[in-house]
C-alpha cells in the first residue's frame, strides 16, 4: 500500500491503542512489522500502548491465569523495541492486558501477577465486553457476552482494579454506553478509558443521535477518557481482509463528525487518537489515519493538539515524556 506524505511530521503521537498478534493463517504483527509501518508512514511515533487482543495466552496452568501469557509476551516484545534495533519508538511501552473482572474480589491476584510480570509496564486491562446482537467479525453473537459490564461481580472486580491504581479500558457499541455510564458513577475512582468512540453500530442517523446523546453522558463522568478512533475496523467480515485505501482527506469527512462530537463532550485534556492497528487497515494505512486526525485537529490550538495525539496518553498511562526516562 503506498503511503502518503504525513502532514505536521514533527508532532509527538504516542499511539494509545496497538497490538501485536500472530493470528492462525498468517498476517503476523510484531516489533519488526509495526516499527516498519510507523517507519515508512513518516509520522513521529514515540510510544505506543499495547491493548489486549487474545494474543499468546497460556495453553495450560489454571484457567484464570492463562491471560498472562499476553503480559509475558508483550513485555518480551517492549524489550526488543527498547533496545533501539528496530527504531526510535518505543512500542509495547505500556501494557493493557486482560482478566475476568467477572472473578470479582478474586481477580486480585490475577492482577497482581499481571504487574509483577510487567515489570514496570503493565497499567491495566481490557474485558472483551463489545456485544451487539448481529455478532462482530463473522461470528454470531452468544447471548451469555450480553450485559456483561451491568452485573454486580464485574463492578466488584472494577473495585479491586481502582483500589490498585490500575485503569480499564472498555470497548463497547453504543448500545452498550447507557452499562458504561452505571460503572462510572459505581465506581468513580476508577480510570476508565472508551475505547474507539463508543462505536456506533452503524452510520444511520437514528444511530448517530443515540450515540451522540450517550456520550454526551458519559463525558459528564470525570473519570473517564475517550480514544478518537476505531472506526476504520469493518465489523462484518474477519479481521485482515483486504484494505479498502482510503485517503486521509475523504477519511477525515467521514469520522470527523464523530470525533468532534466526541472532542466537544470531552474536551482535549480527556481525549487521544488512537490508530487501533492493524484492524483498521481494513479501510486505510497507518499514514493515512494519522493524517486524518491531523485534518480533523487543524483548528486546535498548539496544546489542544499535544494533547489529543500525545499528553492525554501519557497521563492516563503513566509514560514519562520531556525528560530523562521519557524512552523508559
Known amino acids: 500500500m503506498t503511503e502518503e506524505e504525513p502532514l505536521d511530521?514533527?508532532?509527538?503521537?504516542?499511539?494509545?491503542?496497538?497490538?501485536?498478534?500472530?493470528?492462525?493463517?498468517?498476517?503476523?504483527?510484531?516489533?519488526?512489522?509495526?516499527?516498519?509501518?510507523?517507519?515508512?508512514?513518516?509520522?513521529?511515533?514515540?510510544?505506543?500502548?499495547?491493548?489486549?487482543?487474545?494474543?499468546?495466552?497460556?495453553?495450560?496452568?489454571?484457567?484464570?491465569?492463562?491471560?498472562?501469557?499476553?503480559?509475558?509476551?508483550?513485555?518480551?516484545?517492549?524489550?526488543?523495541?527498547?533496545?533501539?534495533?528496530?527504531?526510535?519508538?518505543?512500542?509495547?511501552?505500556?501494557?493493557?492486558?486482560?482478566?475476568?473482572?467477572?472473578?470479582?474480589?478474586?481477580?486480585?491476584?490475577?492482577?497482581?501477577?499481571?504487574?509483577?510480570?510487567?515489570?514496570?509496564?503493565?497499567?491495566?486491562?481490557?474485558?472483551?465486553?463489545?456485544?451487539?446482537a448481529l455478532g462482530m467479525f463473522g461470528w454470531p453473537a452468544d447471548p451469555a457476552g450480553a450485559g456483561v459490564m451491568a452485573r454486580a461481580?464485574?463492578?466488584?472486580?472494577?473495585?479491586?482494579?481502582?483500589?490498585?491504581?490500575?485503569?480499564?479500558?472498555?470497548?463497547?457499541?453504543?448500545?452498550?454506553?447507557?452499562?458504561?455510564i452505571a460503572l462510572a458513577d459505581a465506581v468513580p475512582d476508577l480510570s476508565i478509558v472508551l475505547d474507539h468512540v463508543g462505536t456506533p453500530e452503524d452510520r444511520s442517523d437514528e444511530v448517530r443521535t443515540a450515540w451522540a446523546a450517550a456520550i454526551a453522558e458519559l463525558a459528564r463522568r470525570p473519570n473517564v477518557t475517550i480514544k478518537l478512533g476505531g472506526l476504520g475496523m469493518d465489523h462484518e467480515h474477519g479481521i485482515g481482509h483486504a484494505s479498502r485505501g482510503a485517503a486521509s482527506a475523504e477519511l477525515a469527512r467521514e469520522w470527523g463528525p464523530y470525533l468532534e462530537t466526541c472532542i466537544a463532550a470531552f474536551g482535549p485534556d480527556r481525549a487521544m487518537f488512537e490508530s487501533n492497528f492493524p484492524p483498521d487497515i481494513a479501510t486505510a494505512s497507518y499514514g493515512a489515519t494519522w493524517n486524518a486526525f491531523k485534518i480533523v485537529a487543524a483548528d486546535y490550538s498548539e496544546a489542544e493538539k499535544d494533547a489529543m495525539f500525545s499528553g492525554t496518553a501519557a497521563r492516563v498511562y503513566g509514560i514519562a515524556l520531556g525528560g530523562e526516562g521519557e524512552q523508559a
Do not use: K
Open 9 to 132: 511530521p514533527g508532532r509527538r503521537i504516542i499511539d494509545p491503542h496497538l497490538h501485536f498478534w500472530d493470528p492462525q493463517g498468517g498476517g503476523r504483527f510484531f516489533v519488526p512489522e509495526a516499527a516498519a509501518m510507523i517507519a515508512a508512514s513518516g509520522h513521529n511515533v514515540t510510544h505506543s500502548v499495547f491493548v489486549q487482543c487474545h494474543a499468546m495466552h497460556r495453553a495450560d496452568g489454571p484457567e484464570e491465569l492463562r491471560v498472562l501469557g499476553e503480559t509475558e509476551f508483550v513485555v518480551g516484545q517492549a524489550a526488543m523495541s527498547a533496545s533501539g534495533m528496530y527504531g526510535p519508538a518505543r512500542l509495547g511501552n505500556r501494557i493493557v492486558g486482560t482478566a475476568n473482572l467477572l472473578l470479582g474480589e478474586r481477580v486480585a491476584p490475577v492482577l497482581e501477577a499481571h504487574v509483577a510480570a510487567g515489570g514496570g509496564r503493565f497499567r491495566g486491562i481490557r474485558m472483551a465486553t463489545a456485544w451487539r
Open 153 to 180: 461481580e464485574y463492578a466488584e472486580g472494577a473495585r479491586v482494579l481502582a483500589n490498585m491504581g490500575l485503569s480499564l479500558d472498555a470497548w463497547c457499541f453504543h448500545s452498550q454506553l447507557g452499562e458504561l
